[in-house]
């Protein structure tokens, strides 16, 4: 069941629905907070659509990255299986 959170993401007030716990929806926003402002104080610009636009980059690159592992663990893990049922066979 999705609940109502209010969450802060530089400095506005947004109403999320989620289906996670609270704590969850509290460390996703930390999280987004935490990398906006590291992204922000790197920038000599103050633009926050480029600050979002390069965060929005960043969390891409990580998650096509972490699909990619999961693929190869899911490819791997075939190949163990069948390992193993060749030896259990011998």
């Known amino acids: 069941?999705?609940?109502?959170?209010?969450?802060?993401?530089?400095?506005?007030?947004?109403?999320?629905?989620s289906s996670a716990p609270e704590e969850k929806v509290r460390a996703v926003e930390a999280f987004v907070n935490g990398t906006l402002q590291?992204?922000?104080?790197?920038?000599?610009?103050?633009?926050?659509?480029?600050?979002?636009?390069?965060?929005?980059?960043?969390?891409?690159?990580?998650?096509l990255e972490l699909r990619s592992?999961?693929?190869q663990d899911t490819h791997l893990d075939g190949k163990i299986s069948e390992l193993i049922a060749a030896l259990e066979t011998v």
């Not at 600050?51 to 969390?59: E, G, K």
């Open 38 to 63: 590291e992204i922000g104080s790197a920038l000599k610009s103050g633009d926050a659509q480029l600050v979002l636009i390069l965060a929005l980059l960043n969390a891409s690159e990580e998650l």
């Open 1 to 17: 069941m999705k609940t109502s959170h209010a969450v802060t993401v530089l400095g506005r007030e947004l109403s999320v629905r």
């Open 69 to 71: 592992h999961r693929e």
